[in-house]
């Protein structure tokens, strides 16, 4: 236990000098200060005498070869698309007619006093009418909703009631009826009636590759005849031209002016690569320096990257073109197959539309 005169004596020296240090903090600064010196020391030994450098050792082989140079190219998948709705399956046509026919029979009998007063010409005509087809429909056949053979609502094997040319003669025949009862001998009078026109056009018929108004029901794509075959439209890029300028110029390089066409985005939908079984001789229209583009440059490949397009209106005219093009078609997926090359038709053929 400390005596009273040494606590006494030790307060008094903490009330003349607060800012007294332990003997601990002194050490510990001290320390610190000659860490500090000798980090700078060294610093400075390092600037004026800097430490050798290990190298590694320079290899005796030669340098490999620069990667093979190819020519980069725009192409454009230029299509038509449907314009008709695809032709029904068998199996959905007698689908369709009996929902008709069941809902028939599940709905309300027709009122046809809300629509035709009494004993009117238009009444008249309707019980004539619904005599010989004996239901409000007029494109499901000679069936009978409340009758007896009600239930029998579902088509016999070789029965042509679902195949839509019949429905339309059946409504183009019920349009042009006018109910009247005639004298044996005598001729209906009918009323001029537009009948509607036929899912098989002229350029159908004759098998005309070159029209747009052939294969309604599918996606058609123009596909082009140069030197090097059947392709689609592409060329090589000009300067900064980036993907979707190249292929708007192609398109009029290509087509002409006179195809009112849309570009699809901004990104190549397929990429085509071709490797040249030798080295060829070409232009290097990419340089930004026009001048120095018709140096002369050696190609090993050429890679051409499609966009897609839409055609909304017009037609292809490829006379005076600025590709060397010989020939145009617009096919369907699976001509386009039989007239471009295998592997060119590999690498492309996810890219069109199956429909």
């Given at each position: ?211 747009l108004d052939r294969a309604l029901q599918r996606t058609l794509f123009l596909l082009v005849k140069g030197p090097w075959g059947w392709r689609f439209p592409f060329s090589g890029l000009i300067g900064k031209e ?114």
């Open positions: 236990m400390a005596s009273p005169v040494n606590s006494v004596r030790h307060a008094a020296n903490r009330s003349l000098n607060p800012f007294k240090v332990c003997r601990s903090c002194i050490i510990a600064n001290r320390r610190r200060r000659a860490s500090t010196a000798a980090a700078t020391a060294n610093a400075e030994s390092d600037i004026i005498n800097p430490p050798l450098q290990h190298l590694p050792p320079l290899d005796s082989t030669p340098s490999p070869s620069p990667a093979p140079s190819y020519q980069i190219n725009a192409g454009v998948i230029l299509s038509r698309p449907p314009i008709l709705t695809r032709d029904l399956h068998p199996f959905e046509k007698a689908y369709f007619l009996y929902q008709r026919r069941l809902n028939e029979r599940l709905s309300l009998p027709f009122t046809r006093y809300f629509y035709y007063e009494k004993n009117t010409p238009g009444d008249l005509e309707w019980k004539r009418k619904i005599k010989e087809r004996l239901t409000p429909s007029r494109e499901i056949g000679k069936y009978g909703a409340y009758g007896r053979e009600g239930w029998n609502d579902e088509l016999l094997v070789g029965d042509q009631t679902s195949e839509p040319e019949v429905q339309q003669e059946a409504l183009v025949r019920d349009a042009e009826s006018t109910g009247e009862i005639v004298a044996e001998g005598e001729a209906e009078t009918k009323r001029p009636v537009d009948r509607p026109l036929s899912r098989t056009t002229e350029a159908d018929q004759k098998n005309d590759t070159k029209s980036d993907l979707k300028r190249a292929a708007e110029r192609i398109i009029v390089q290509a087509g002409g002016v006179n195809m009112n066409t849309w570009i699809v985005g901004n990104a190549p939908v397929v990429h085509h690569k071709l490797v040249y079984p030798q080295p060829r001789k070409g232009e290097d229209t990419r340089n930004p320096n026009p001048t120095q583009r018709n140096q002369e440059v050696t190609w090993f490949g050429e890679k051409t990257f499609l966009m897609k397009a839409r055609i909304m209106a017009g037609q292809a005219k490829i006379e005076n073109n600025a590709l060397g093009l010989e020939d145009f078609q617009w096919l369907t997926k699976e001509e386009v197959e039989k007239q471009v090359q295998r592997q060119y038709w590999k690498e492309v053929q996810h890219a069109l539309a199956d429909r």
